[in-house]
């Protein structure tokens, strides 16, 4: 049954999409299956026929380039089907669709698509404060037009005869997850004779977006020299490996602590940690979960690679990496002309959790609350606080709804 049911209708009043969610989730092994209508007004159509599509494209320009005959989208997957005059493509009806056929009236027309497994994750790079029209990115989208054939490409198809709409697959945490990853490393300097010993590790292989992340910090300094910061920083690494070798790294968080480490010491602490799109509003390129119009979202989850996948096919692969930094410096008034940095790196997986299924709640009468004492059952009436006492359980009759006095 959907909470919500989504809609949008051509300019020229003849189609109307219904979706009854926009989130579909990639369970590993399947895709939530995209089922919809279209209310079809015929009388205008002509010789022309009604195609519903679903494609997964990439996004690597502006929109209002294309008009210069530049193309700066190319299509991942996709896939038609003809909805009117019938061609075959009879979906079998779920609940979902009796809905939204409800809602479409007689002239309704039931479709479903089945999304691959291979295809990516839905994800948009931010664009800049002076950037127009869609965002780069990896987006899915349902459109439904009017047209001769599905995808003649000398035909042009007028933007009053369309209507779309833009759908998002995303993927939870799995449910079982492994230990976190732990890094060490061991430097000497010039004039000691002992290393300092740093090490870094996390509780965790997954981290949830929003949620803090503790960095687990080990530090043994055995050297004459003094431990004077220590920073952590996560950085985003983004992969586009579509059509071009671009990987960069955004940096989406920096936190300085003020500890320190004398000489011939140790120190050992958990340090919170969470990096948000809040504090990296500005940054063009940053790799974010899809977005759909008009509504907020986060930095974008790790890419999770499954054996035998082709990379292309996901189009762009983000991944995160926690630093941990000690600058290490000697005493007196040369101290931080000679100061030496100690760094280990840790990978980060970001993900959402899996939503917890709702519990449908029994609704009770506004003014009386049900209580339980051993096997007799009470009513309180909020006004009088007077208890009157009710049937046993195990004897309810079909008028049990009523006070009994």
Same mark, same amino acid.
């Given at each position: ?24 989730? +990639?369970?590993?092994? =399947? ?20 195609? *519903?599509?679903?494609?997964?494209? !990439? ?12 193309? !700066? ?12 005059? %019938? ?7 779920? %609940? ?12 309704? #027309? ?19 404060? +002076? +950037? ?37 697959? *995303?993927? !939870? ?14 430097? =000497? ?15 965790? %292989?997954?981290?949830? #977006? ?8 080990? *530090? ?98 983000? =991944?995160?990496? *926690? ?53 007799? %059952? ?28």
């Amino acid at each position: 049954m959907a909470d919500k049911v989504y809609k949008k209708t051509s300019g020229n009043g003849q189609l109307t999409l219904y979706l009854g969610k926009r989130d579909y989730v +990639d369970h590993v092994d =399947s895709v939530d299956t995209v089922e919809g209508a279209v209310k079809i007004d015929p009388a205008d159509l002509g010789d022309k026929k009604v195609w *519903i599509q679903l494609a997964c494209a !990439f996004r690597y320009g502006r929109e209002d380039l294309d008009v210069i005959g530049l193309s !700066f989208r190319k299509d991942i997957w996709i896939q038609h089907i003809q909805l009117y005059p %019938e061609a075959g493509h009879k979906p079998t009806l779920t %609940e979902m669709h009796n809905t939204l056929l409800k809602k479409a009236g007689e002239q309704g #027309h039931p479709f479903t698509f089945n999304i691959p497994t291979n295809l990516p994750c839905s994800v948009t790079l931010q664009p800049g404060p +002076d +950037d127009k029209g869609k965002a780069c990115g990896v987006d899915f989208e349902v459109k439904a037009y009017v047209a001769k054939s599905a995808d003649d490409p000398d035909e042009k198809v007028d933007k009053k005869d369309t209507c779309r709409l833009v759908i998002r697959k *995303i993927q !939870f945490a799995p449910d079982n997850t492994g230990s976190g990853q732990k890094a060490e490393l061991c430097k =000497s300097f010039m004039m000691s004779d002992k290393p300092v010993l740093l090490e870094a590790s996390l509780d965790k %292989e997954i981290y949830y #977006h929003g949620d803090p992340i503790p960095v687990n910090i080990k *530090i043994k300094n055995e050297t004459n020299k003094v431990v004077k910061r220590l920073r952590v920083t996560v950085d985003q690494t983004t992969d586009v490996v579509l059509y071009s070798a671009d990987k960069y790294t955004k940096n989406v968080l920096t936190e300085e602590f003020g500890e320190t480490v004398e000489a011939n010491s140790s120190f050992e602490k958990s340090l919170d940690i969470i990096p948000l799109l809040a504090n990296n509003k500005e940054k063009r390129g940053l790799a974010l979960d899809g977005r759909l119009k008009d509504e907020d979202t986060n930095l974008a989850s790790t890419t999770i690679i499954r054996a035998g996948m082709d990379k292309e096919m996901l189009g762009i692969l983000v =991944s995160y990496k *926690i630093k941990v930094n000690l600058m290490v410096s000697g005493g007196g008034l040369l101290g931080g002309l000679t100061a030496s940095d100690v760094t280990v790196e840790l990978p980060l997986t970001l993900m959402h959790p899996k939503p917890k299924a709702r519990r449908q709640k029994k609704k009770l009468p506004i003014k009386q609350r049900r209580h339980l004492r051993g096997r007799q %059952e009470y009513l309180t009436t909020r006004k009088t606080h007077q208890y009157h006492l009710v049937k046993p359980l195990g004897h309810i009759d079909d008028d049990d709804d009523k006070t009994m006095v």
